[in-house]
């Protein structure tokens, strides 16, 4: 048993274009399968869910419980496919900060060198891992994060008071470092790719990650550019979600006025 030539995870960070990256791959799927597998983030929900709780808690059982569910998870990917192997999932960074007192991705530091871990353990021990974040300017990432979660969780603050409140959680070259660190020991190189740098050239972050993941120029020149995804709400719209987050107390009523709002900026947004 081999498995793949070498693996690459991409673990975010939340509002970088992953999305888009995602929507790219798909799309392109064809071609890129002819020279690696990619797996997507709705492959990962219950290590997904497990490494969300390990970031609000830091604590050893949840640690236990992420790779509890990683080795489950891997015992079931084939060990005779030799194509390079992309996993993608924003939660192997921990959960979204600026929720559940979320301040940082410092959870990224634990569970990256556990991924490396089982990953050499199901395959083989000198299994070649790459770690490739997307990463995006701090004030921006801060402004798509608070409206994220004020369209879909019950974020209250107003964007002053949230962006004086978690601008810690914005330095997402902290993370980056925290995670290097961490990773350094295992022989793991880590990269980050600039959204303002790699979101402005063909295909986008999805692109730029696949050249990582060794695809050959004449395959990515082939493939078909997405429209942009998760496209931010408009300001009056974001409004209401936040009124509805600070006056609506039933929970099923604000959500589905909730998602109403999202259904028309998606309709309009045409998709």
Sequence with gaps: MTG???????????KTGTSSARAFWRQN??????????????????????ARAYSRTRRTLEREVFNFR???????????DARPLLLTCEEFSGHLPGAWGIEDYGAAADLLPDMVAGLRTRFRADLPVEVVFT?????????????????RSTETDDWDTYAARWQRA???????????AALTPHGVPVTALALEVVGAAPGGPGAAILRHLGLPERALARMEPVVR???????DALAECLRLNRQEKDKKRRTAAKEAILATARSEAGY
Aim: proline share 8%.
């Design 135 to 151: 990463t995006r300017e701090p004030h921006a990432w801060l402004r798509s994060a608070w409206a994220h979660n004020v369209a």
């Design 4 to 14: 793949p030539t070498h693996v690459l995870i991409h673990p975010g960070f939340h």
């Design 70 to 80: 990683l080795m489950d998870f891997l015992g079931d990917l084939p060990g005779d």
């Design 170 to 180: 914005a330095d997402l070259d902290a993370a980056v470092a925290g995670a290097r």
């Design 29 to 50: 799927r064809k071609i890129v399968r002819r020279h690696a597998e990619f797996l997507l983030k709705w492959r990962f929900e219950p290590l997904a869910d497990a």
């Design 229 to 235: 995804r998760n496209a931010a709400l408009a300001p």
